[in-house]
């Protein structure tokens, strides 16, 4: 059974920074796409940054400039790091693969929160 696992969310002050992991385990084969997304209450969970196994990126336009997702080919784990973060980004992050015949798998999620 695929899991994965997040850690590295806590109280940062507006302007600190963060690094988010993700360590994906089970019967896992092929990963085609690796994502963070975030949800606050009330709202739709959505996309920060995503990157296929090709290694092209995307990025909502809120956190362009300031998070990066990066990952290892030789491993599973990804990662989101975030700098200049903002009270805007407080939030629960959740870590999504996406794996070969297009099947989703979640983590817990890990919450961050922004303030002074």
């Known amino acids: 059974q695929v899991q994965l696992v997040e850690s590295g969310g806590g109280l940062v002050q507006p302007g600190g920074s963060l690094r988010l992991s993700c360590v994906p385990s089970?019967?896992?084969?092929?990963?085609?796409?690796k994502a963070w997304y975030r949800q606050t209450p009330g709202k739709e969970r959505e996309l920060v940054a995503a990157?296929?196994?090709?290694?092209?990126?995307t990025y909502d336009d809120s956190v362009k400039g300031r998070f990066t997702i990066s990952k290892d080919n030789a491993v599973n784990t990804f990662y989101l790091h975030m700098n200049s973060l903002k009270p805007e980004d407080t939030a629960i992050y959740y870590c999504?693969?996406?794996?070969?015949?297009?099947?989703?798998?979640w983590g817990k999620g890990t919450q961050v929160t922004v303030s002074s």
């Open positions: 999504k693969i996406k794996l070969t015949g297009d099947k989703n798998y």
């Open positions: 089970g019967s896992i084969f092929g990963i085609h796409v």
């Open positions: 990157v296929s196994s090709g290694g092209i990126t």
